[in-house]
């Protein structure tokens, strides 16, 4: 059974940093794209960034491009966000997310963990 965890979110004000890690299991980690993605309320759930496993590439979406930093450590099956200059914009619950390198759609989802940016 998959399963993706995601932690670390919390309150910040900002202009503060915050860091939310992702722990996968029950599938090939190192084998798969890793994503990051967030709902506002109101909002339509958004990409964020996302790595390739080999070569490592990432894509970040113009509204957090440099700001926020997506990297994974395969040994661990965690992939990380670490999100800088927080503003209150970036309020959401953030997802982690998993699809293989051969498909678009993410096949698996994590939980959420809520990140709230006061100002």
């Known amino acids: 059974q998959v399963q993706l965890i995601e932690s670390g979110g919390g309150l910040v004000q900002a202009g503060d940093s915050l860091r939310v890690s992702c722990l996968a299991s029950?599938?090939?980690?190192?084998?798969?794209?890793m994503g990051w993605f967030r709902q506002a309320p109101g909002k339509e759930r958004e990409f964020v960034a996302s790595i390739t496993w080999m070569p490592r590439y990432t894509y970040y979406a113009n509204s957090v491009k440099g700001r926020f930093d997506i990297v994974r450590d395969n040994a661990k099956n965690t992939v990380y966000l670490q999100m800088n200059r927080l503003a209150p914009e970036d309020t959401a619950i953030y997802y982690c997310?998993?699809?293989?390198?051969?498909?678009?759609?993410?096949?698996?989802w994590g939980q959420g963990t809520q990140v709230t940016v006061s100002s």
């Open positions: 029950g599938l090939d980690f190192s084998r798969y794209v």
């Open positions: 997310a998993a699809r293989r390198s051969a498909v678009t759609e993410y096949n698996y």
